[in-house]
């Protein structure tokens, strides 16, 4: 039978954010992927029902999740003529014909190999600007969900830290954090908005954090492990020195 996907829909659970699709192909068990935008992807065989689907994924939370969190970790090990977005890694791919120095398109990354010499550069500039992009706009997504306000926000270049929140209500924000998985940002946004709440790390605070992103520890985990490689990265393609 030829291969024909319908999406059901995109949906949120304790945080989680998924899409479910059933497949027409004869499948025995739910396969899991992760998109071109970072978002994990779902796929039931055609007989099971929407109801049964999200049923599945309430009784399988926590297992979907450390699935998630390994093919982060593979992620961050993979080549280095990719480059991380929202946790996934992207090939980089030489194209002449493209008219501007650096793009994205759909899943991966174009180069103009005339500029091939500063694709750290051009990767790092176009990162940002993602980041200041996202960043703030989910901020105030969450700030809305934990019904708290903030005074403003900034997205900058910080060295050892992924976000802070000031007495006066500003939340900082490293850009690299868009390198991370979506769900490792929202752990790192709730945390920084908990602050307003509990200007400390006491047990109310880390109670109050849970209450939004169940599986913090998860994220902070997943953090701690590859949070050098995001501060560290930088992309190599063959026969190419970057400037």
């Known amino acids: 039978m030829k291969k024909q996907d319908s999406k059901v829909g995109v949906y949120t659970i304790d945080g989680f954010e998924f899409r479910i699709e059933k497949s027409k192909r004869y499948l025995k068990k739910v396969s899991l992927r992760i998109d071109g935008d970072g978002r994990v992807v779902l796929t039931f065989p055609w007989r099971i029902s929407e109801k049964e689907a999200l049923q599945f994924v309430r009784d399988n939370l926590r297992k979907i999740k450390s699935s998630v969190q390994r093919f982060s970790e593979q992620f961050v090990s993979n080549g280095s003529d990719t480059l991380l977005y929202l946790g996934v890694p992207r090939k980089i791919v030489l194209d002449s014909s493209v008219l501007v120095p650096f793009k994205f398109d759909a899943d991966h990354f174009i180069l103009n190999p005339r500029y091939a010499d500063n694709v750290n550069t051009l990767a790092q500039r176009w990162l940002i600007k993602k980041a200041e992009e ?64 509990h200007p400390n790390h006491s047990k109310y605070f880390w109670k109050y954090v849970a209450t939004f992103c169940p599986d913090y520890k998860l994220h902070k985990s997943w953090l701690r492990k590859n949070g050098q490689h995001l501060f560290n990265w930088s992309v190599k393609l063959a026969g190419v020195k970057d400037s």
């Open 134 to 197: 996202y960043l703030p706009k989910r901020l105030k997504e969450l700030a809305q969900k934990l019904g708290v306000r903030y005074k403003k926000v900034q997205v900058k270049d910080v060295k050892s830290r992924w976000g802070s929140c000031s007495s006066k209500g500003t939340i900082s924000l490293n850009w690299r954090l868009i390198m991370a998985p979506s769900e490792v940002i929202d752990y790192v946004l709730i945390h920084e908005l908990a602050h307003i709440v």
